[in-house]
């Protein structure tokens, strides 16, 4: 009896762990900020963005890093925060097309 108790209590810690992992999880922010950063690194390789703009836009990107782990600083990421997330990065990512079909290049 004392052995199955303290079963229940192993895996009931192992499940509030996972639900708080699950919680403070960020995938879609994560794979958004990777894509964005790699539409940025081929804008700089191809020329498409000057310093200025490849500067304003990699600001924009550590703003958006930082209200992540803002976020996360609590444990839990509300739905109210990963709006705010997907809106800022719903701009970010409007600003590298802006930024790569302008007429500006490297030069």
Do not use: W
Not at 15 to 25: E, I, K, R, V
Not at 61 to 76: L, T
Request: glycine share 4%; hydrophobic share 35%; charged share 25%.
């Amino acid at each position: 009896m004392k052995r199955t108790t303290q079963l229940i209590a192993l895996l009931s810690l192992a499940g509030f762990a996972a639900l708080s992992q699950a919680q403070t999880a960020t995938p879609r922010v994560d794979q958004r900020e990777a894509n964005q950063q790699a539409r940025i690194d081929q804008g700089v390789a191809s020329g498409e963005l000057t310093h200025k703009e490849t500067r304003h836009l990699e600001k924009q990107q550590a703003k958006i890093h930082r209200a992540e782990v803002h976020a996360k600083a609590d444990g839990y990421v509300s739905p109210a925060e990963r709006a705010r997330l997907a809106k800022m990065q719903n701009k970010a990512s409007h600003s590298i097309e802006k930024a790569k079909t302008n007429d500006r290049t490297a030069g």
